[in-house]
């Protein structure tokens, strides 16, 4: 028997071991952030790539912003699916635009590979400290409560029609049963500065944008929007203990094009979970109040399947559209 022919079952399984990634030695991984550098999502991918250099090699972000991220992600969808080129999917590109633009590039649920989620920031429901104490408001129930006694009377503020503060808003109103009006801002910044301002009565903010302004004073923490409390902000509690099973939060994750082998898809799991569960990582990421959220591809996959599925009445529902 020849020597070749006793080495292609060796060499069959070094392939299925190894993968795409082992046979491009030398070559970097792209990891596209839909988003400009600087933010939260950004710095996060930065402090992931620099943790996985000795077991994938050289990760090289690269910033691909606009259209609400459908751009970067678009990128991630149409890539090669060689292991070669990951992304970011995050609550806008993979559960909220699907719903919000007329016209997607891509299918949000058929032309990735979930890798693994990466993190959670809770969004806190924020209000001007002054204008708490004015009407009487330090908890949940006291809000519902004066807006039910005071139909329309309260408005509230976000970074813009079909953003997660407006529907984070749009959910609040369905579930309180209560009514107020939505002015939307060109951007988060300007929401919050409007609220500091008294010009709103209240924002559904990222946490991690709002908290120097609850701590210095200026807003006043009425709930979070996580199931449970907060590390973070251990004081403040849920919105789910008045409004029973409302969550909503920010998240965002790992994936890649959706012809991606699984055993690649499985390498970078591996890689990027022990990354995301290393004490260093969770200590930098606690910097940014974020939660590490290391899961399986197939959980983050459902996950975003069940993100997708409940945004979608609330996209519809709020009117927002984007052409």
Do not use: C
Request: proline content about 7%.
């Amino acid at each position: 028997m020849k020597l070749t022919t006793l080495l292609l079952p060796a060499l069959a399984l070094l392939a299925t071991l190894t993968g795409p990634l082992a046979l491009a030695q030398g070559k970097p991984i792209r990891l596209i952030v839909p988003y400009a550098a600087g933010g939260p999502i950004d710095v996060t991918a930065r402090v992931l790539a620099e943790r996985v250099k000795d077991s994938l090699g050289t990760v090289i972000i690269e910033n691909r912003p606009g259209a609400g991220g459908n751009i970067g992600a678009d990128a991630v969808a149409k890539a090669a699916p060689d292991g070669l080129t990951i992304g970011i999917a995050a609550t806008a590109t993979h559960a909220i635009n699907p719903w919000l633009y007329k016209a997607m590039p891509y299918n949000a649920a058929t032309d990735f590979a979930a890798i693994t989620q990466m993190l959670r920031v809770p969004n806190v429901l924020v209000m001007n400290a002054d204008a708490a104490q004015r009407l009487k408001i330090g908890t949940l129930a006291d809000l519902v409560a004066y807006a039910k006694a005071n139909p329309d009377k309260l408005n509230y503020g976000s970074g813009g029609n079909g953003s997660a503060g407006h529907l984070a808003g749009e959910m609040f109103k369905k579930e309180a049963g209560i009514s107020a009006v939505h002015i939307p801002f060109n951007g988060g910044n300007p929401a919050q500065l409007a609220l500091l301002g008294g010009q709103v009565d209240f924002n559904f903010d990222n946490l991690a944008t709002a908290a120097p302004n609850i701590r210095s004073g200026k807003l006043k923490a009425i709930a979070v929007t996580t199931l449970a409390r907060s590390p973070a902000l251990p004081e403040v509690p849920p919105m789910a203990d008045t409004l029973k099973g409302f969550a909503i939060d920010t998240w965002w994750g790992l994936v890649a094009p959706a012809a991606t082998p699984k055993d690649v898809v499985a390498r970078l799991n591996q890689a990027f979970v022990a990354a995301l569960n290393a004490p260093e990582t969770k200590t930098r990421f606690a910097a940014l109040l974020a939660e590490p959220v290391a899961t399986s591809p197939e959980a983050f996959g459902a996950f975003m399947a069940a993100e997708r599925a409940k945004y979608e009445p609330v996209v519809k529902a709020s009117g927002a559209t984007v052409d």
